[in-house]
């Protein structure tokens, strides 16, 4: 199992098989999933799946976020080859209600900003967010990427932000 970031407050690690249920009782939470793409459970079991195949192959993935204090299973982050640019990695986050509010998503982001730096030879990360999320857009903002011109994926209108490495 490899661990991609760790400090007195947070783990990022892959996730283990035994964990698939942990990964998918995250999407069960209404509040949690409202800026989410629509996606069916069947869609977040293959996720998981596809998950563990990507850890075999070292590519870019999904991956556990934990509670460095009590071991408690905080949420999920991700980083992938963005879809409208190959150039560009696009990171993101979920975490439970629990851990709102308490500076963990933006030490996911800046901890995921740079793993990619570091471990591909993209030169800019990219995050899209809905529009109405206001807290990932500060985070965003918070740790450094600039806001571009909105994108649109499915009909959808969504906020662009990129960071470039330095």
């Known amino acids: 199992m490899q661990t991609l970031y760790q400090s007195p407050k947070i783990v990022i690690r892959e996730f283990l098989t035994q964990e698939k249920q942990t990964f998918l009782d995250l999407f069960k939470d209404d509040k949690v999933t409202q800026y989410l793409p629509e996606t069916s459970p069947e869609r977040y079991v293959e996720m998981f799946n596809?998950?563990?195949?990507?850890?075999?192959?070292?590519?870019?993935s999904r991956w556990a976020i934990f509670d460095s204090t009590d071991q408690n299973f905080i949420g999920m982050c991700v980083a992938r080859i963005f879809a409208h640019n190959t150039n560009q990695i696009e990171i993101g986050y979920v975490l439970s209600r629990a851990y709102w509010g308490k500076g963990i998503a933006t030490e996911v982001c800046k901890a995921l900003t740079e793993y990619c730096f570091a471990n591909t030879d993209t030169n800019e990360v990219v995050a899209i967010t809905d529009l109405n999320n206001t807290g990932s857009r500060n985070v965003l903002q918070k740790v450094g990427f600039k806001q571009l011109d909105n994108l649109i994926r499915d009909k959808e209108e969504l906020a662009y932000f990129k960071i470039e490495r330095s």
Do not use: F, H, R
């Not at 596809?50 to 870019?60: A, D, Q, S, W």
């Open 50 to 60: 596809e998950m563990l195949e990507n850890y075999k192959k070292k590519n870019l």
